[in-house]
């Protein structure tokens, strides 16, 4: 990227008028798919087949026109279109930070606003989804955390983040070239706005569509679910959806954690860490990342880095230490570099990876905990935050 500034491109959209009572396909399940088929006159022999031949249309080839599904005959095609859409979420505006990463902010039904976060690195391209409009959950250090709940996103609107992305990013094949193997969007992580388990089917829903082999055919290990600990749901992960766990963590006492993170006080870490230790899935192989941001004076202490090590013992992990990203009115501030490279060489020594995740997209408000649509603000003052925060 050569680029010496960020770019932000606004893209003009009308919203396409729906068939009254037509149902939209993208996100239904192959099985969710198939009785809306056959409810809708698809003779039931049939089904399967028919559920197969537009499930590749949709996901494999990036095709949202039934009169482009060419090897459907033409009358089934009116007959499809009549009662069904292929929609996706509008694309309100699109930033491209300076380090290549690309912010979409994109609407929903009901005039919703969402954040979704595309970064690329040398060897990966990786979305990050959001799961709900605002959050519930307060987090003190995050942009979201400031934006009242609306409501969660349904599973079509999640994985229509993705369709999205790839349209941008030119990934769907072109027909009669050769086959391209080359991934620009290979991995998924549900860190956006929102906690995902607080949206389980949807989110489980979403995500067993971008595995489907015959679609967007991303392997489980490639997608990560992001939670700040909502204990009762968290083994369904491994036996639902299966895909990687990583746990928004944060602190190493509950006095603190009760402020960063205040589902800590339903769920403490002790409860969470319990939860942990019997995840159906944890192994060496499968290892749960532990996500840890770094705030000045507020949890950066080598004490912290000592108990992290002590809490987390007999836990396959890895922690994830990130430099907090500021944004307007925040209560907190980055710790040094010197501090977060000592805290890493602690967690290092005691067996444990710690890489330190370089900030991306912040001249965009791209980067981690400083996703905010613009037009859902709960307009709080800094003071506001403060408060809440517990400071």
């Known amino acids: 990227m050569t680029a010496t500034a960020p770019i932000t491109q606004d893209v003009l959209t009308i919203p396409r008028k729906l068939p ?6 993208v996100g239904l399940t192959r099985d969710a798919m198939h009785d809306a088929l056959i409810a809708a006159g698809t003779p039931e022999k049939q089904a399967k087949m ?16 039934f009169a482009l599904m060419t090897n459907l005959a033409k009358a089934y095609r009116a007959e499809l279109a009549e009662h069904f859409v292929v929609e996706v979420p509008e694309v309100v505006s699109k930033q491209v930070s300076m380090d290549g990463t690309r912010k979409y902010l994109m609407r929903i039904a009901g005039g919703h606003e969402v954040e979704t976060v595309y ?3 040398e060897d990966r391209g990786t979305l ?9 959950l307060t987090c003190s250090f995050c942009h979201t955390g400031t934006q009242k709940l609306v409501r969660n996103l349904t599973a079509g609107e999640i994985i229509g983040q993705v369709l999205v992305a790839r349209d941008d ?35 489980r829903d979403a995500m067993k569509i971008a595995m489907d082999p015959e679609g967007v055919s991303l392997s489980r290990r490639r997608i990560t679910l992001s939670t700040s600990g909502v204990v009762p749901e968290i083994a369904k992960t491994a036996t639902e959806i299966g895909c990687q766990l990583a746990i928004s963590f944060h602190a190493t006492t509950d006095e603190v954690r009760d402020k960063l993170v205040p589902i800590n006080k339903k769920w403490n870490i002790k409860e969470l860490l319990d939860a942990l230790r019997s ?8 290892r749960i990342t532990f996500e840890y941001v770094m705030l000045k004076d507020v949890n950066d202490s080598d004490a912290d880095a000592h108990r992290l ?6 836990i396959p992990a890895k922690i994830n230490l990130i430099p907090f990203n500021e944004w307007p009115g925040s209560p907190y501030v980055r710790s040094d570099w010197d501090r977060i490279q000592a805290f890493a060489d602690i967690i290092y020594k005691a067996g444990y990876a710690s890489p330190i995740r370089t900030p991306r997209g912040e001249d965009i408000m791209a980067a981690c905990g400083q996703l905010k649509s613009a037009t859902e603000r709960a307009r709080k ?11």
Request: aromatic residues 8%.
């Open 381 to 391: 003052s800094r003071k506001e935050i403060q408060a809440e925060a517990g400071l």
């Open 119 to 121: 970064i690329p690195e």
């Open 20 to 25: 009254e009572g037509a149902t939209n396909l």
């Open 279 to 286: 995840y159906p899935k944890l192994s060496n192989s499968e």
């Open 50 to 65: 028919r559920v197969g031949q537009i499930w590749q249309w949709i996901y494999e080839k990036g095709v949202r026109d």
């Open 169 to 203: 990013l030119g990934e769907w094949p072109i027909p009669g070239a050769p086959k391209n193997e080359t991934r620009l969007l290979s991995n998924i992580v549900l860190m956006g706005m929102g906690e995902p388990l607080y949206n389980f089917d949807n989110v």
């Open 309 to 314: 090590i002590k809490l987390i013992r007999g």
């Open 128 to 136: 990050c989804v959001s799961s709900q409009v605002g959050c519930t």
